[in-house]
């Protein structure tokens, strides 16, 4: 079982998932979270992409294919897997095949979840973090505490930078000049889906489910 999930920053694709991977025992891939991972070590990958991650722009295809190919060797690949928001360009989604092609795993199943851009903004400016745990909290539906210390760990709970509005309305831009047309792209190769990011939580897990298990 092999998916794809696409849609624009804060649409919930990493919910989704988690509840994926959860349901069906596979691994969730994002990059995002290989970045910021790599940033938070100080590794040199890290200190290459940290500026970019910041100023909202895209890291450079041939260092994302690099983390894609090695992660998908891993055993914990075997039996499936979720890329979440990748490819996000043409050049990542062709780089892509390449690399199904060499791996021998046809038929990958590519969902996109839209939500409108003012939803997306209201979304992700409202959105807030531990700073070391990395529990989640969102001032419209779970507000961290008053004292601004997490509930699990009494980390301090911040905003990263990449969820400020200006960083946010940059990184929309260059998902709608950059990704966008990776929609058409995947039309074409008629396992493409896509489902409403406005519908509850659930709902939107359970349209997923029903498309990834038909055959």
């Known amino acids: 079982m092999q998916l794809i999930l696409l849609g624009a920053p804060g649409v919930g694709k990493g919910t989704q998932a988690k509840q994926i991977g959860k349901e069906f025992s596979i691994p969730q ?37 690099d983390i894609i190919q090695k992660r998908l060797s891993q055993n914990d690949c ?35 979840i839209y939500v409108d851009e003012l939803e997306i903004i209201s979304r992700l400016t409202s959105r807030r973090v531990c700073s070391n745990c990395g529990r989640d909290y969102n001032l419209r539906l779970n507000s961290p505490p008053a004292d601004g210390k997490c509930l699990k760990c009494g980390g301090i709970i911040i905003q990263r930078s990449d969820d400020e509005e ?50």
């Open 29 to 65: 891939i994002s990059t995002g979270d290989i970045l910021r991972s790599a940033v938070h070590e100080n590794s040199e990958l890290g200190k290459k992409v940290k500026a970019i991650l910041e100023s909202g722009q895209l890291v450079p295809d041939d260092i994302i294919l």
């Open 78 to 112: 075997q039996k499936g897997f979720i890329l979440d928001g990748f490819p996000r360009t043409i050049l990542q989604a062709q780089g892509l095949d390449k690399i199904l092609s060499q791996m021998a795993i046809p038929g990958i199943k590519v969902i996109e």
């Open 166 to 215: 200006h960083t946010i309305r940059k990184r929309l831009k260059v998902y709608r000049e950059q990704t966008e047309p990776l929609i058409e792209f995947y039309r074409k190769k008629k396992k493409f889906y896509r489902i409403d990011g406005l519908l509850p939580i659930d709902e939107v897990f359970l349209q997923i489910r029903k498309i990834i298990t038909q055959k």
